[in-house]
């Protein structure tokens, strides 16, 4: 017995909707007869439009066919311009579909921007519009066209709009390592990882006091500095530190580094870490725990020791 996809119900339709890619589910139902068409352009609200790997032909058809008639109803972003898609991010400029008129956006993506020297800043200015928005990513954008003084806008946007929860920061830009320290205060950011930058006492203390309610940091370091976060006594834990419950830590050289992170968030109760070439032992944990992070209660850790470095110590030892 075959069924026929007309006999499902309107609830289960919507359903398998949101399985399926914006593109080929527009190709497909679009136009079919009355009863899709009512559903695609007016009961279905959560389009989830992600951009990469889109050949150039199913970009076009997409921006001019079907955008239009779906643009307030587009919840998820995500725009990538990597090998597989040069360039993509022009050809949207070039549509004049710019990111002030995806007002009903939930999630924004930007995915591996690094192949279009045409990207500056100017392209990411729609941001404060996008008062829905809760979930913000940049990653791996390698901007190296632009200097990071040159987004400092771009970060203000971001930390002024009202509900954005969560953000994921991993840009690199022209001969620089540090985060422009906002303007704003986020009072809605509750979940912040950031990939890659280098830090200071001054800088930490300033990005926690502009984001007081903040629960959950992550950072990725690939720096082996011994002096990455020099504290000093004025930047000693203080009230605004306190929300944060929730520390996440890759790729971690330093352990003054490590260190001083735990200085500066006492009270953290889940810490998940993963180090390469600190050799601790158990003891020397107990005591940065029971010093540092006296209310941890959950802790996860992967340690890189660098066997090869081993082998070739007891080598030299062995001759």
């Not at 690094?114 to 800043?121: E, M, R």
């Not at 190296?144 to 203000?156: N, Q, T």
Request: glycine share 2%.
């Amino acid at each position: 017995m075959t069924m026929k996809l007309e006999s499902l119900s309107n609830e289960v339709l919507l359903d398998l909707f949101e399985l399926l890619d914006v593109v080929n589910l527009l190709r497909a139902f679009s136009g079919l007869n009355t009863r899709f068409n009512s559903l695609l352009f007016g009961d279905f609200q959560s389009y989830r439009v992600d951009l990469r790997s889109m050949s150039k032909e199913d970009f076009y058809i997409f921006y001019s066919t079907y955008l239009p008639s779906i643009l307030n109803r587009i919840i998820y972003l995500r725009l990538s311009d990597d090998e597989d898609t040069p360039c993509q991010c022009s050809h949207f400029q070039s549509t004049g579909f710019t990111l002030n008129r995806f007002t009903h956006l939930r999630s924004l993506i930007f995915n591996s921007f690094s192949t279009d020297v045409n990207i500056n800043q100017e392209f990411f200015t729609g941001l404060h519009h996008l008062h829905n928005l809760t979930r913000l990513k940049f990653v791996d954008c390698r901007l190296y066209h632009l200097h990071l003084e040159d987004f400092r806008d771009v970060i203000d946007q971001i930390w002024n709009l009202p509900k954005l929860s969560r953000l994921y920061w991993h840009i690199s830009f022209k001969c620089s390592r540090r985060f422009s320290l906002p303007k704003y205060t986020s009072r809605s950011l509750r979940n912040l990882t950031i990939v890659n930058y280098n830090y200071d006492s001054y800088d930490f203390a300033c990005l926690l006091e502009k984001t007081p309610y903040l629960r959950k940091f992550s950072m990725l370091s690939d720096d082996y500095g011994d002096q990455d976060i020099r504290i000093s006594r004025k930047f000693l834990p203080s009230s605004h530190t306190s929300s944060i419950r929730e520390l996440t830590l890759f790729s971690i050289r330093s352990q003054a580094l490590m260190t001083s992170l735990f200085q500066f968030l006492p009270h953290v109760t889940h810490l998940k870490i993963e180090i390469f070439s600190i050799d601790l032992d158990g003891h020397q944990w107990k005591k940065m725990i029971v010093n540092y992070l006296p209310q941890l209660k959950d802790f996860q850790f992967k340690i890189d020791l660098e066997l090869w470095r081993s082998i070739d110590d007891s080598t030299n030892e062995d001759k």
